[in-house]
């Protein structure tokens, strides 16, 4: 419709790269009816304008709805609250959305006006991350999450997105791991399970190394033997490495989630103490009393402004290793963006290594973007405090099994571990994604699995409703359908909603927020059920079955679109 557009509103002399910002499809509320499809700010049109040359908007608004006429397209033209609105010939809008929805396939909202002339970038995506031997917390789960949803949005968007975990492959915990295993280690339950008997010996050796300083001494020893690249004690850190990303990969691919690469700050030892001896050469390094080595970022010896980059015995800190990595990044990828998605308690961090970047002389520093998010409080398993990833995935599939086994409506399926899984990740990741990424939320099982209201659930079930709806009527009546037969209300506010898709994956690219996506898929939900009861496929005439099935076929397209953008795969019966 924007071309349309264009030619219309070219009476009005209007420039029109402003016009394709103006205008916007009209929000859908679950509650009323909408008579008008598009609006036109004119507040946005007008905005070049010198604010005490504007006369009133809303006479400006009724000044351009009086310039317009309706046509074959536009059926009516009234004006709101600083905008100017239009109605759709009705055939027109079914015919166009629906044949663009079927035509665009999973591409539906990305070939928009709103991302033309979108330039294709490379995108590093750094997410997940969580240290081995250590727990995975459920900081490493949102990380997971929230970093998936990022990247297929990027790449939706046709960028070039490289997917990096990050792992804590090296520190002093490797240290305390190969004296803990040589006094702890069996190699059998190695084997069988890495990340779980790695984390018992590294518990075991902990309580251990307190009391007993001979522990400690031999962790500081193999580690500083690890630095020096001893052959021995590095063959066993490998396969620790080794043993842990298998496991990872197994566990993620349950998540749906892969990597194009595991890195790990074990990679950049070396070069961070290249890095090391660049901050020196530029002058920016400074030794402390106590031996160590720090970037003063005030520049005036404010104390708070402080980087350690070295301990006193030379080695090299997390931060070091964040600068070599960013460096070698951008020698390998050349990117254009660097979206890093950890917890807000690491924006200091982010904030002190993009700077120390930009003093070592990289412009490129201001492509590094942190996605920060807030802490989740009270997950826990029936088994306890959250270990690992593999435990909040196995109590998923537990109680959506059970939910499902209490449903009487729950057919024979042929995997039910597999769809509950599906669905109770679609319930996890929903209730993640619903607010500000930034905000704390207080984790409930009770509410996450809730079939009714605004849930992961409730979408699988609309879709696998939807789905089994052409299952039972063929897709026979899908070759064409008549526009006369889907003129009911409930029908056309589906359509303005399927209007809006576009501009809501455009929000969502602005700003990396999922909850403009998620709170579309719900309404979009709702607006289904609501249309489910009304408009009967059964004992309906051939014409008005055909039609209705074509428009919950649209539906259920959009519907599966914007869940596997946010990391969730539909199902198709539960």
């Known amino acids: 419709f924007l071309n349309f557009f264009k030619k219309f509103l070219s009476l009005l002399d209007l420039p029109p790269e402003n016009l394709i910002k103006s205008i916007s499809a009209v929000p859908i509320s679950r509650k009323e009816l909408r008579i008008a499809d598009f609006q036109l700010s004119v507040d946005s049109i007008l905005e070049n304008n010198n604010d005490h040359s504007r006369p009133d908007i809303q006479v400006q ?24 609105n239009f109605k759709i010939n009705r055939e027109l809008l079914t015919k166009t959305v629906l044949q663009q929805v079927i035509n665009d396939g999973s591409k539906y909202g990305l070939k928009s006006e709103l991302f033309s002339g979108l330039p294709q ?79 018992e010996v590294y518990v075991q050796v902990n309580k251990e190394a307190t009391d007993d300083k001979n522990i400690a001494k031999s962790a500081h020893e193999f580690f500083q033997r690890l630095e020096l690249g001893d052959t021995q004690a590095l063959a066993l850190w490998q396969k620790f490495r080794d043993l842990s990303v298998g496991e990872y990969v197994r566990i993620y691919k349950r998540l749906g989630v892969h990597f194009d690469e595991y890195s790990g700050e074990s990679f950049y030892r070396e070069k961070s103490q290249e890095v090391l001896k660049l901050l020196d050469s530029k002058g920016l390094l400074q030794k402390t009393v106590k031996g160590t080595a720090v970037v003063d970022l005030s520049g005036n010896g404010d104390p708070s402004s402080v980087c350690t980059v070295m301990r006193s015995d030379g080695t090299s800190l997390y931060a070091t290793r964040d600068l070599a990595a960013a460096i070698d990044r951008m020698d390998k990828y050349n990117f254009d963006t660097m979206i890093y998605v950890t917890d807000k308690g690491q924006k200091k961090h982010f904030q002190q290594v993009f700077q120390m970047l930009q003093m070592m002389g990289y412009d490129w520093a201001e ?65 993640d994604f619903k607010g500000l990424l930034l905000s704390d939320y207080q984790f409930s099982w009770d509410r996450v699995f809730q079939s009714r209201g ?94 209705r099935l074509h428009l919950f076929r649209a539906v259920r397209s959009v519907l599966a679109n914007g869940m596997k953008l946010l990391g969730i795969t539909p199902v198709c019966r539960m």
């Not at 709805?65 to 004006?79: F, G, N, P, Q, Y």
């Open 454 to 547: 605004d849930t992961g659930v409730f979408l699988q079930y609309t879709h696998a409703r939807l789905h089994s709806l052409e299952e039972t009527f063929g897709c026979g009546y899908l070759n064409d359908f008549n526009t006369a037969c889907l003129q009911e209300p409930q029908s056309v506010s589906i359509l303005q909603h399927l209007l809006r898709f576009d501009e809501v994956l455009y929000r969502s690219s602005q700003d990396l927020q999922p909850r403009h996506i998620v709170s579309y898929l719900l309404t979009l939900s709702h607006l289904a059920a609501m249309a489910h009861k009304t408009l009967l496929i059964k004992d309906s005439p051939p014409e008005v079955a055909g039609a």
């Open 367 to 431: 492509r590094c973007q942190h996605v920060p998010f807030g802490v989740v409080q009270g997950m826990k398993t029936r088994r306890g405090n959250v270990t690992f990833l593999e435990d909040v995935l196995n109590e998923i599939q537990s109680r959506m099994l059970q939910n499902m086994a209490s449903v009487k409506t729950t057919r024979e399926l042929e995997n039910p571990q597999e769809t509950a899984e599906r669905v109770g990740l679609a319930a996890l990741i929903i209730q």
């Open 61 to 84: 608004a009724m000044r351009l709805a009086e310039k317009l006429k309706c046509d074959t397209v536009v059926s009516e033209i009234s004006t709101g609250q600083g905008t100017v």
């Open 121 to 199: 970038k490379k995108v590093v995506v750094e997410f997940s991350s969580p240290n081995v031997a250590k727990k995975f917390h459920v900081g490493h789960l949102r990380s997971t999450i929230i970093g998936n949803f990022i990247a297929n949005l990027k790449e939706a968007l046709g960028h070039q997105v490289t997917r990096i975990n990050y792992l804590g492959d090296w520190g002093m915990q490797f240290g305390l791991l190969g004296t803990g295993f040589q006094l702890f280690g069996y190699e059998e339950k190695l084997q069988s399970n890495p990340l779980q008997h790695l984390f």
